[in-house]
T-cell receptor
Framework: AQSVTQLGSHVSVSEGALVLLRCNYSSSVPPYLFWYVQYPNQGLQLLLKYTSAATLVKGINGFEAEFKKSETSFHLTKPSAHMSDAAEYFCAVNSGNTPLVFGKGTRLSVIA | DVKVTQSSRYLVKRTGEKVFLECVQDMDHENMFWYRQDPGLGLRLIYFSYDVKMKEKGDIPEGYSVSREKKERFSLILESASTNQTSMYLC?????????????FGEGSRLTVL
């Protein structure tokens, strides 16, 4: 069975500060990992995905994530937070022919 | 451009009513999914379909059913709505069952059951 744990249901950063959203996964086979973002009153959109190519994955809006097999982690980072980054972020995993399994989400607040 | 359309953004229903949530995608995708989103619980899979007339139960199918008569349309049905089904419902699709496929989401249907 696969699962995802997002550490911290709410993260607050100052504008211009580093954003770090944590995600750890559990999977018995090599996983595919995703980060999605949800802005208020909207559906989810893909930020980036890891599909067993490069371990450092770059996504939209300046976000990136690094796959670390030894730590079973796929943390999301952005060097400098912008007010427009305020949203809810979901980490997700699948492996084998199964639907995507999502974490519980982390709400990011950006303080001016 | 890719489009998943959920016909109702906001619905208010009474306990015991039958509720239909409609989802249409225009990308010729084979796979479609219904998730439920609740604060602190993230997204939980209700039902999914890998092909027309095919359906599979997800993690929380109780109290729900689905219909997929045409490739582009995937309907979620609440036979007898209850207050604990008050939630945000998200429809998604992707081209095939391949693992690397991105999920495309609709904007969601927020259902309130009184």
């Amino acid at each position: 069975a696969q699962s995802v744990t997002q550490l911290g249901s709410h993260v607050s950063v100052s504008e211009g500060a580093l954003v770090l959203l944590r995600c750890n996964y559990s999977s018995s086979v090599p996983p595919y990992l995703f980060w999605y973002v949800q802005y208020p009153n909207q559906g989810l959109q893909l930020l980036l995905k890891y599909t067993s190519a490069a371990t450092l994955v770059k996504g939209i809006n300046g976000f990136e994530a690094e796959f670390k097999k030894s730590e079973t982690s796929f943390h999301l980072t952005k060097p400098s937070a912008h007010m427009s980054d305020a949203a809810e972020y979901f980490c997700a995993v699948n492996s084998g022919n199964t639907p995507l399994v999502f974490g519980k989400g982390t709400r990011l607040s950006v303080i001016a | 451009d890719v489009k998943v359309t959920q016909s109702s953004r906001y619905l208010v229903k009474r306990t015991g009513e039958k509720v239909f949530l409609e989802c249409v995608q225009d990308m010729d995708h084979e796979n479609m999914f219904w998730y439920r989103q609740d604060p602190g619980l993230g997204l939980r899979l209700i039902y999914f379909s890998y092909d027309v007339k095919m359906k599979e139960k997800g993690d929380i199918p109780e109290g729900y059913s689905v219909s997929r008569e045409k490739k582009e349309r995937f309907s979620l049905i609440l036979e007898s709505a209850s207050t604990n089904q008050t939630s945000m419902y998200l429809c998604a699709s992707k081209p095939t069952a391949a693992n690397t496929g991105e999920l495309f989401f609709g904007e969601g249907s927020r259902l309130t059951v009184l």
